[in-house]
């Protein structure tokens, strides 16, 4: 299952956007197979061109993309976030990624050493490294469960819609199923009625007949009553069955009537 099969893209855009916005923090949405979902939003020289465009500092990066887990520091000194994507049993989706802010101000020996790991420029690196934002983790804490929180609902709001959808779909042709068996059974009712009101005349001939016939008709006395018996009870089933179906027709006219207004209101 995939976030875009239910999701509104344009306003899950809207939603990482706006926030990149105003916090300043670095953003980006990954499905759970770890592919980009959204646009990467504030990201910076430091970490997208430089850190992320050395084949050693990219490698650390994916590792720290899949593995790191709420507020932590990634392997190039700067704090970084992952806040899952879950539904409300659990499942997960994907997750939010981001940060690339700094807590405090940096040490550049220390960068520098990154910097000669991973095989870049030391001054370039340096000179992109005062470009990144600085925030305390607390605020950088704040805004992730934010933002988290946010994306969690809307994803979890449009899944639910998404479901309650197809049980609307599926009670219409269940309606419609049920709508058209009932015209059936209508159908056969009427044949049953025919059927019974047939005997009880068949029935009643017979009677005649065997009583016509005397002590001879005697036997054929009693088949005639077992088939006015018969056409007796097939005429109560009949009326049974009719009142049956009546109230059957009656609650599947409310359910569609019930449907006709959803849809109305969608």
């Known amino acids: ?73 990634c392997h190039a000194g700067l704090m970084d976030f992952g806040i899952p ?20 101000e940096p040490d550049e020996d220390k960068f520098r050493q990154i910097a000669r790991e991973l095989g870049i420029d030391e001054d370039r690196y340096i000179e992109a490294l005062h470009k990144v934002n600085k925030k305390t983790k607390e605020e950088i804490e704040a805004s992730a469960t934010l933002l988290g929180d946010v994306i969690n609902m809307y994803v979890r709001a449009s899944y639910a819609t998404k479901m309650n959808q197809e049980i609307m779909d599926s009670l219409k042709e269940g309606i419609n199923l049920a709508a058209e068996q009932i015209v059936i059974a209508n159908q056969n009712t009427k044949q049953i009625e025919t059927y019974s009101s047939r005997q009880r005349i068949l029935a009643l001939n017979a009677s005649i007949e065997a009583a016509r016939a005397g002590e001879a008709g005697r036997g054929f006395a009693v088949v005639a009553e077992e088939v006015q018996k018969l056409a007796q009870g097939m005429a109560t089933t009949s009326v049974n069955i009719k009142k049956v179906l009546g109230e059957v027709t009656e609650t599947i006219n409310n359910l569609n009537h019930i449907n006709i207004k959803n849809t109305k209101n969608d």
């Open 85 to 104: 994507i879950t539904l409300d049993d659990g499942t997960v989706l994907g997750s939010v990624i981001g940060g690339q802010v700094l807590p405090e």
């Open 1 to 73: 299952m995939k976030i875009e099969d239910f999701c509104d893209m344009s306003k899950f855009e809207d939603i990482m956007k706006n926030w990149a916005l105003s916090t300043g923090l670095a953003t980006v949405a990954v499905g759970a197979d770890g592919k980009y979902i959204s646009g990467c939003y504030n990201f910076t020289e430091f970490c997208i061109d430089l850190t992320r465009g050395s084949a050693e500092g990219c490698r650390r990066c994916e590792k720290c993309d899949r593995e790191g887990k709420g507020i932590y520091p």
